[in-house]
C-alpha cells in the first residue's frame, strides 16, 4: 500500500449501495494502479449489471422520502457534506493524487474546487422557485413548479476525479433527485472515498449509490441503466464518441441527458495582446492537469508580428516546468494516466514533426522517469494537416500556429466540429467584443486562462455536449416544469 492517510477508512474498496458497503454479487475485483509507478493501490469491487441493477433499486427506493425533504433539509446535508470534504482534503488530494498522478497540490486544488459546487448547490437547493402565470381566463390559476427529474446516473472520467462527480452529484441531490454514480475505471478511489463523506453527512441510504468497474464491465453496468426506464436521466462526462453512444442507447427510454464532452480548444494572441499575460493564461490553461483537461488549449494561433517574441517567453516558461510524481512537493507536471495516453501524445508530436513542425522545447518521453511521463512540449510551425490539430492531444503539448488576420484566427478556431473552451488575449476593446461573440463555443476566456468556477455556467456547443454545470443554470438540468392549471375559482 502507498497510501498514508489520516483515516484509512477513507479508502474504500467496496460499492455503497442502499447505504451498505459491498462486494460486487459476483465477488470480483481489479487493481487501481498507481500511474507513476504502476504499483497497485488496491483491488475494488468489479461490477457487472446485477450491482448496476441493485443500485437502481436502492435509489428507486429512497426517491420519496427524499424529494419530500423540505429544501433547507438537503441544504444542511450537503453543507454537512461540503466541510467534511473540506475537512478531509490531505486524504482525498493524496487518494486522487495516488490514483491519478496529477501533482498534490493541483489535487488540494480540485478538492476545494469540487467542494465548492458542493456549497453552491447546497445554497441554490433553497432556490428552486415556480412561477404563478399571470391570469388568462376568470376562474382560472395557473402555476409552473419545478420538480426532480427523478433517478440520475452519473458517469465521469478519470481527469478530475473528484471535481467531475461532485458537480453532477451536488445539483442532483439539491434538486431532490437519487443518484447512481460510475467513476472511470482507472480512478475510483476518490468518487468511492466522496461518498464515503456523503454517508457520514447524512445523506440517507439509496440516495447517492456509487460503484466500481472495470471498462468492459462499466459498459454493461451502465448498459443496464441506459435500459432502466426508473433512470430518468443521464449526466455525462467524457469523450464525445461516448456520449454519442449513451444518447444512442438510451433514447428507447427518452431518458434527459447532459454530455459535457471534449473540446479542441483554440488560444489565440493577437498581435496588440499582453504578451506577458497571454503566456500566464497559456500555462495555467494548458498545463494544468498535465494538459489532460477537457479545457486545455490545443491550438495556439499566434499573430505573425508577434509569434517569434511570444514563441521564446513561452518556451523559455515550459522548458522550465518540474516533471515529478505527485509526491514531490515541487512536482508542476505529474505522470500522464496510462501507457495509451502516453502513446498518444508521442504519435502526435512525431506527426507534427514529420510534417514540418519545430521542437522549441521537450518533444520526448522521458522514460528515465517512469513509464507514463513526457517532456511539456512547445512546437512551432504547427499546420492544419498535422494530428494535434484536429484531434484533442490531452496533453503537455503546446503547438503554435502563425496566422495574419482576425478573420483568418475566427475562421481557423471554428474549424472543429468541436465547441467547448476557447481563449484570446487582445487589448482592443472593439476586438473582444467582435472575438467573443464570433467563437463558437460554450466557454470563452478573453485575456484569462483560468475559466471554471462554481458560480458560472460550464459546458459545450457542437459535439462538445449540451446540458451546463454550475450556477443557477446548473440546477435546471435536474428539474423538470409541471405545468399546474386550477380551474373552477370563481
Ligand atoms: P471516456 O472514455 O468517454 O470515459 C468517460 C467515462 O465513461 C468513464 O467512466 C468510462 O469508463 C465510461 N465509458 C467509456 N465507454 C463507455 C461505454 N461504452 N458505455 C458506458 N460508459 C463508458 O473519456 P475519458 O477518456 O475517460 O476522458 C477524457 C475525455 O473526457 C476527453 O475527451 C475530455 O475532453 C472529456 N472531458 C470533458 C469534460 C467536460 O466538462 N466537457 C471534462 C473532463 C473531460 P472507463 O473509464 O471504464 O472507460
Redesign the pocket.
Known amino acids: 500500500m502507498e497510501l498514508k492517510l489520516k483515516r484509512e477508512e477513507l479508502l474504500r474498496r467496496q460499492n455503497l449501495i442502499g447505504g451498505e458497503w459491498t462486494d460486487a454479487v459476483n465477488g470480483a475485483h481489479y487493481s487501481v494502479a498507481n500511474p507513476a509507478t504502476g504499483g497497485i493501490i488496491a483491488e475494488v469491487a468489479n461490477s457487472t449489471k446485477a450491482d448496476a441493477r441493485a443500485a437502481t433499486d436502492a435509489a428507486a427506493k429512497a426517491a420519496d422520502a427524499w424529494r419530500e425533504r423540505l429544501p433547507r433539509e438537503r441544504a444542511e446535508i450537503l453543507k454537512r457534506w461540503h466541510a467534511l470534504i473540506v475537512a478531509n482534503t490531505d486524504d482525498l488530494a493524496a487518494i486522487m493524487s495516488m490514483e491519478q498522478g496529477k501533482p498534490l497540490a493541483e489535487a488540494k486544488g480540485e478538492v476545494a474546487y469540487g467542494a465548492s459546487y458542493v456549497a453552491w448547490f447546497a445554497d441554490e437547493a433553497t432556490r428552486i422557485y415556480g412561477d404563478l402565470i399571470p391570469q388568462q381566463q376568470r376562474g382560472k390559476q395557473m402555476r409552473a413548479i419545478r420538480e426532480p427529474m427523478g433517478i440520475v446516473a452519473a ?6 476525479p473528484l471535481a ?1 462527480i461532485a458537480r453532477k452529484i451536488a445539483p442532483a441531490l439539491a434538486a431532490g433527485c437519487t443518484v447512481v454514480g ?5 480512478t475510483p478511489l476518490t468518487a468511492l472515498a466522496l461518498a464515503a463523506l456523503a454517508q457520514e453527512a447524512g445523506v440517507p441510504p439509496g440516495v447517492l449509490n456509487m460503484l466500481s ?3 468492459d464491465q ?2 454493461e453496468a ?2 443496464d441503466w441506459l435500459a432502466d426506464d426508473r433512470v430518468r436521466k443521464i449526466t ?7 456520449g454519442k ?2 444518447a444512442r442507447e438510451s433514447a428507447g427510454t427518452l431518458k434527459k441527458l447532459s454530455l ?4 479542441n480548444a483554440p488560444f489565440i494572441v493577437f498581435d496588440d495582446a499582453d504578451l506577458d499575460a497571454a503566456v500566464v493564461g497559456l500555462m495555467a490553461a494548458k498545463f494544468r492537469n498535465g494538459g489532460q ?2 479545457v486545455c488549449p490545443n491550438r495556439i494561433y499566434v499573430q505573425a508580428g508577434v509569434f517569434d517574441k511570444f514563441a521564446e517567453l513561452l518556451a523559455a516558461r515550459v522548458g522550465a516546468l518540474k516533471v515529478a510524481p505527485a509526491t514531490d512537493p515541487q512536482a508542476q507536471i505529474g505522470p500522464m494516466i496510462n501507457a495509451k495516453a502516453i502513446d498518444k501524445i508521442d504519435r502526435h508530436v512525431n506527426d507534427a514533426v514529420s510534417k514540418g513542425a519545430k521542437v522549441l522545447t521537450g518533444g520526448k518521453r522521458l522514460t528515465e522517469m517512469g513509464p507514463n511521463y513526457y517532456a511539456p512540449t512547445v512546437l512551432a510551425h504547427a499546420t492544419n494537416e498535422m494530428l494535434v490539430t484536429c484531434e ?1 492531444t ?1 496533453g503537455p503539448v503546446a503547438p503554435l500556429y502563425r496566422f495574419e488576420s482576425e478573420e483568418e484566427a475566427i475562421r481557423l478556431s471554428n474549424d472543429t466540429p468541436f465547441g ?1 473552451a476557447a481563449y484570446f488575449y487582445t487589448q482592443d476593446m472593439r476586438r473582444a467584443e467582435r472575438v467573443s461573440r464570433a467563437l463558437q463555443a460554450g466557454v470563452v476566456g478573453l485575456n484569462e486562462g483560468a475559466v471554471a468556477s462554481e458560480a458560472a455556467p ?1 459546458g ?1 456547443v457542437k459535439e ?2 449540451y446540458g451546463r454545470e454550475g450556477s443557477k443554470y446548473g440546477l435546471e438540468d435536474y428539474l423538470s416544469i409541471k405545468y399546474i392549471c386550477q380551474g373552477g375559482l370563481d
Not at 459535457?260 to 473540446?263: D, K, S
Open positions: 458517469i465521469t472520467p478519470w481527469n478530475f467531475m460510475k467513476p472511470a475505471e482507472d468497474a472495470s471498462r462499466g459498459i451502465v448498459g455525462f462526462t467524457g469523450s464525445t464518441a461516448v453512444y449513451l459535457e464532452l471534449g473540446g483537461t477537457c484533442e490531452f467547448l460550464f459545450g462538445s455536449g
